[in-house]
């Protein structure tokens, strides 16, 4: 090759690289969430978060207590599997799946209030608050209503608090024995037929891409200055083992649907490459 020739390609290789090495890599596409998302690998501890202000911003828990609500109710007798059967006493209430007798396990999947009331009196106050202290979960506070301080009463728990409390459970850490932390996952765990809301009606059960198992519960709090919604939960993937917390207290005014904090996680998670 003369030698001009072969100048003129050095220079074409050169600039080449040069530019090659000059543009950025592709950006990851963002996550679009309404609230505060959290997501763990429980592997590395590393902590993916949307919104720092957020997710420390401490909310009524609602129906996401009903983990540790339930890990309490099995830990202290005060339930003694996740299949004894609770008799309904004949009160109706809005949600149908409600009328009827409930076990631990189907009052954890249609969320039914009336028996997780019941746990509560039965558990009472003082050991109640003692449990949730050693938990730290929120601000460990049971005080008013026995039947709703999770509900529009005092207890509290930011989105960090509650992402906190399912690494440790997640990872065997709770003061707990293994039979109560299996017995509570398993009433977690999506199935084909299961319906993760009630009000809402969505099947959750997949399936997911590469196998993945989710595991969650929601929570709902409506007020007339916003709703509060959460999903929380755990993923196993082929990717690894993780939990997560999706949170959003919505502006006043007409009440969306889906449920916020379920759809914006199911999609989060989808962009994360889990489900």
Request: glycine share 8%; with cysteine.
């Amino acid at each position: 090759m003369p030698q001009p020739h072969r100048v003129l390609l050095a220079l074409t290789l050169v600039v080449s690289t040069l530019c090659a090495a000059a543009e950025p890599p592709a950006a990851k596409p963002a996550v679009s969430h309404p609230g505060c998302f959290l997501l763990m690998d429980l592997e590395t501890g590393t902590v993916t978060r949307n919104d720092a202000a957020r997710c420390a911003k401490r909310l009524v828990p609602a129906s996401s207590f009903k983990v540790p609500h339930a890990l309490i109710a099995l830990e202290t007798g005060v339930v003694s599997s996740t299949t004894e059967v609770r008799k309904w006493d004949g009160t109706k209430h809005f949600i149908e799946m409600w009328n009827q007798d409930q076990t631990l396990d189907t009052a954890m999947r249609r969320s039914a209030m009336w028996f997780f009331q019941g746990t509560a009196k039965q558990i009472g106050r003082k050991r109640m608050e003692e449990w949730l202290k050693r938990f730290r979960y929120g601000n460990a506070d049971a005080s008013g209503d026995l039947t709703r301080f999770w509900r529009g009463g005092p207890l509290r728990v930011s989105p960090d608090e509650q992402l906190d409390f399912l690494a440790r459970m997640y990872r065997g850490e709770l003061p707990v024995s293994p039979k109560t932390l299996e017995a509570v996952k398993a009433t977690l765990v999506q199935g084909p037929d299961t319906v993760a809301n009630t009000r809402d009606g969505i099947n959750m059960g997949g399936p997911w891409k590469d196998g993945a198992v989710l595991s969650c519960k929601t929570g709902t709090y409506l007020q007339p200055k916003g709703d509060i919604t959460w999903l929380v939960g755990h993923v196993t993937s082929p990717r690894g083992r993780y939990v997560f917390v999706s949170a959003v207290q919505s502006p006043p005014g007409k009440r969306p649907k889906p449920q916020p904090a379920l759809a914006s996680a199911l999609e989060a998670l989808k962009a994360h490459g889990l489900l």
